[in-house]
């Protein structure tokens, strides 16, 4: 995807790993395309092409090369999630249905999520 979102993705990926040594890291293939369809285009303005043919494609380049799992950095790219998955047999890692997996195993029904600062309104886990 974009470049700032896929170098932070791959920095945060390198400080997880406990490594000595470079070859402690694990291996990843990556496909930062700056020409993916604008997705606030498509989605909110109903302008431009859609993004789900070109990242459907960048998947399975990154299956044929090997890769085990995918990830992708953009929160608005995960709407097309479903185009991706049709297109690999590997796994995407959703971060949104694994951020809201996550938030209910910690908070449960009705847990708070977060609290608008200006209005004080407070979002709850469904």
């Known amino acids: ?13 390198v400080e997880a790993i406990p490594a000595d040594d470079d070859r402690d890291h694990i291996p990843l293939l990556i496909d930062m395309n700056p020409q993916v369809p604008s997705r606030i285009a498509n989605l909110i303005e109903g302008t431009g092409d ?8 960048m998947a399975r380049r990154l299956q044929h090369a090997g890769a085990k799992a995918l990830a ?3 929160n608005t ?24 997996d996550h938030a ?23």
């Open 1 to 13: 995807m974009g470049p700032e979102a896929t170098i932070l993705l791959q920095r945060k990926l």
């Open 50 to 57: 859609s993004p789900a043919p070109v990242l459907a494609n």
């Open 72 to 74: 992708m950095p953009c």
């Open 77 to 100: 790219a995960h709407h097309f999630a479903g185009a991706i998955t049709q297109a690999v047999d590997i796994p995407l890692l959703n971060m949104v249905e694994l951020a809201a």
């Open 104 to 126: 209910d195993r910690v908070l449960g029904l009705g847990g708070r999520v977060g609290a608008c600062l200006a209005c004080g309104e407070t979002y709850q886990a469904l």
